[in-house]
Structures are given as C-alpha cells and as structure tokens.
C-alpha cells in the first residue's frame, strides 16, 4: 500500500520559517520525482517546488530564493524547508510522487501565515 504523509504545516506569523516533511511508504522512493503542491482556498492547485530522481530542482517563481526542497534516499523523505514565510504562502500543500505514467498523493498539511 503506497502512503504518502505530509506533517510540519502549522500556525506562523510572517517572515518565520517552517519545515515540512513527506514520509512515503511502498515506493520505490529513489525512483520517483517528489513534488510539493499547495492549494489556497478559492484557487487552483500549484505546483510549488520538485525534485527529480536526480537531484535536479524547480521551484515556482514566489517561492524562489525562499523555499529550498530536498530528499533523502534512505529515509525515502522529502522536505521542503519554507523561510521568509508570507501570508500569501497560507494553503494546503501537499505531497506528489511521479513516476512515468504513475503517481500519487498525500492528504496535505495545512500551512497558515497570519500576524
């Protein structure tokens, strides 16, 4: 059974940081491009930082010089450290797993930026 978890997503006051993980079961974690999704209420879902197989990065242009993703292997975690939060950042992200054809996704953590 593939389970993805997102945990990390809290309540902060701008400019804080904050880290998320995404712990993965039934992959084969190595394999796959590892993406964070986030969704604000009212607004389609985006596309917010990937990492592939191999270590190659994308980020979404509001997130840039911000947010850095990161994956280990061994752990078959992925991160996604979040600093200089903004309350435009406020929504529920969520983790994506790819492979070819094939993918799947976590419930997603809530994540609220407000002073």
């Known amino acids: 059974q593939v389970q993805l978890v997102e945990s990390g997503g809290t309540l902060v006051q701008p400019e804080e940081s904050l880290r998320l993980s995404c712990a993965t079961s039934?992959?084969?974690?190595?394999?796959?491009?590892m993406s964070w999704y986030r969704q604000a209420p009212g607004k389609q879902r985006e596309m917010v930082a990937k990492i592939t197989a191999d270590g190659r990065r994308t980020y979404a242009d509001s997130v840039q010089g911000r947010f850095t993703i990161s994956r280990d292997n061994e752990k078959k975690v992925m991160l996604l450290q979040m600093n200089s939060l903004k309350p435009e950042d406020t929504a529920k992200y969520y983790c994506h797993a790819r492979l070819e054809t094939t993918e799947y996704w976590g419930q997603g953590t809530q994540v609220t930026v407000s002073s």
């Open positions: 039934g992959i084969t974690f190595r394999f796959y491009a």
